[in-house]
């Protein structure tokens, strides 16, 4: 793993988010709020989680005391939302850019919302993160288009590097 691989990931990773950020632009308050049958109950809930973990994995990388979970805590629009994953995207990209690759191998702790603790080297937490992200959006298209969102991108990793030619 190493750096340039790392900020590859980020990018793509940003890239994904903004076209997502899109989306959820075009949507009414009814789509935003709408209940679904999933694994949070409606979109909102889907991206309050999806933005929460990019926030939780910047304090977990700088071994935060008390990292925060938007999740448990956040009350506020769409709007807000979006421009908190906005900054947390940066923050992200800024985190690489300076983190050294020679602590790629450094244990993370990592505290669980719901109680308990566990462990991770730095270089696999980076790509679970993405991972996660990508595993999010996936249910984000479907439960757009059950809010009749037809407005897509491909957000696939492949279409990400062939445009960036």
């Known amino acids: 793993m190493t750096k340039k691989f790392f900020l590859e990931l980020v990018n793509y ?26 694994s949070f109950p409606s979109i909102k809930q889907t991206v309050v989680h999806m933005v929460s973990a990019k926030k939780i994995w910047i304090d977990f990388w700088t071994n935060a005391p008390d990292p925060i979970y938007l999740s448990a805590e956040f009350k506020g629009t769409k ?22 690759e020679d602590d790629y191998k450094r244990s993370i702790n ?17 790509p679970h993160y993405v991972n996660h992200a990508t595993y999010h959006r ?15 991108s491909n957000t696939d990793l492949a279409t990400y590097f062939i445009h960036q030619k």
């Open 13 to 38: 990773n940003n890239w994904a988010d903004n076209l997502t950020m899109e989306w959820l632009d075009q949507l009414n308050d009814k789509q935003w709020e709408r209940p679904v049958a999933s």
């Open 110 to 126: 990592i505290k669980y919302q719901r109680g308990g603790e566990a462990q991770m080297s730095f270089w696999q937490t980076l």
């Open 79 to 100: 709007n807000e939302l979006i421009e908190i994953w906005k900054k947390a995207s940066v923050d992200i990209k800024s985190f690489i850019e300076s983190y050294p």
């Open 138 to 152: 996936g249910q984000l298209v479907t439960l757009l288009r059950q809010a009749n969102f037809t407005g897509f």
